[in-house]
């Protein structure tokens, strides 16, 4: 009995010590420099944040896709509404699993509200996967046929065969 007391409380603070973790970078502490900022995007399409001075995108997708400027500009602003979109559903996905977590650490788990969180977990995971696919409809209205061959190769890396997306 013991044993397990001791075992339920370390897993406890392991989730409360996680928790504070994502909720600390979520709010604000990333941006002051205290932790650096998840990737949000694929790292090979475009930066995940840049300062204001700075491109958002690297000066590499720019040259290897030969966007004009006004392609450079659109393209900004779809990774940006994406990023903004994405980063809200992440959130919201890790609050969802933290009440799974929570859900567990009871001695007789509520499977009614169980469901309830696998439910909205599904329900928030397609809507990241259908956030992925709007923004990549738009970039492909954006690019060229010959851009867009370029960036799939580029998303894929190089001696890849397969189609399909990377995880993300």
């Known amino acids: 009995m013991r ?4 075992v339920l409380i370390a897993l406890v603070a392991a989730l409360v ?3 504070t ?3 600390f970078t979520r709010t604000g ?3 002051q420099g205290a932790w650096p900022e998840p990737p949000t995007a694929d790292p090979g399409l475009v930066a995940a944040a840049a ?3 700075q491109p958002a995108q690297p000066p590499d997708l720019r040259r290897r896709l030969n966007l004009t ?7 900004e602003q779809i990774m940006a509404t994406f990023r ?9 996905l890790a609050r969802a699993r933290l009440d799974a977590r929570e859900a567990f650490l009871q001695t007789t788990p509520d499977r009614a509200r169980l469901a309830t969180i696998a439910r909205r977990i599904g ?3 397609a809507q990241l996967t259908q956030a992925r696919f709007d923004m990549l409809a738009d970039l492909r209205q954006v690019l060229t046929p010959e851009q867009w061959g370029r960036m799939q190769m580029m998303r894929r890396g190089p001696g890849s065969f397969g189609g399909g997306f990377r995880r993300r």
């Open 3 to 6: 044993r397990t007391s001791v």
């Open 17 to 19: 010590i996680g928790a």
């Open 21 to 23: 973790a994502v909720l």
């Open 29 to 31: 502490a990333s941006a």
């Open 51 to 53: 300062p204001a001075d």
């Open 69 to 75: 400027d006004e392609q450079a500009k659109r393209v």
């Open 84 to 92: 903004g979109r994405a980063e809200r559903l992440r959130i919201d």
């Open 123 to 125: 329900d928030l995971d």
